[in-house]
């Protein structure tokens, strides 16, 4: 078998099957375990909550956290068996292309990981309405998707792309205690980067900045508009929309796949 090709369909089905085998035991522990904690919160969330009719947007922050929590998790445990020797030597001599083992992690953490949350979701909600449909207190569960709450899923998605994204590059990168360094890591960057807009704001808004940290990156900037008086009002300088369209653009479609593409290059170059 040639392990140089880049892709084949059969090898990369042999590879993916072998993985969900060697694995289904985790998988089935970590969905049960998924849909006890998601109808715990629910339930909690929904009795504590006075109002007889439960709208989606209150039951809408438990799914977001919960997505992002399991999914990053699960995401950074992607390629930890190249943090041990012998391990590690068995995943890359395995019979198949870095990039059939890149990809069959890939889907498995993106398509996979949201099918089975969307089942627990959807299992642990219809769980929690029965269990209430129990009790004397009657709470029914509007399932309206207004067009708000279309968009803050939209948004929720877009950061989870590109958070599971990051997380994925560092798992690569950081085989051992990867969630720990890589949030390090981005903590640095961020800070960095924070650190560089400060400065450039000072230079170029000298004397005229609301204080020395008035300024966010590549969103905007507080002014003072009317300098030399002691009342000061406060101008908020924005990017122009056209700018924040692409940035937005390019964070939830191009950046995710960006960081997908280093990540594969990196494995690719893995060594133990």
Known sequence: MQTSNVFHAPRFGAYF??????????????????????????LFGILTNSREVVKLSFIFPFYGVLLYGTGLIFTGFSFIQLADKPR?????????SHFEKFLTTLLITTVGFLLVYHIAFGTATLIGTFILSLS???HVINFDFSKDLRDDVMVLYHWWFMCQSIILLGSVYFPKYSIVKTLFAVFISVLLIWAINTVFMNILFYGHLMDWAASAPFFGVSLVGNPGNVSHIS????SPKWLLDVLYFAMGYIFPVALWVLAYFRLKDKEI
């Open 17 to 42: 099957k072998k993985h969900i085998v060697d694995n289904l035991r985790l998988y089935l522990m970590s969905l049960v375990v998924l849909v006890g904690v998601l109808v715990a919160l629910g």
């Open 88 to 96: 590690g030597i068995d995943y890359l001599l395995l019979p198949a």
């Open 235 to 238: 101008i908020f300088l924005q």
């Open 136 to 138: 004397s207190e009657k």
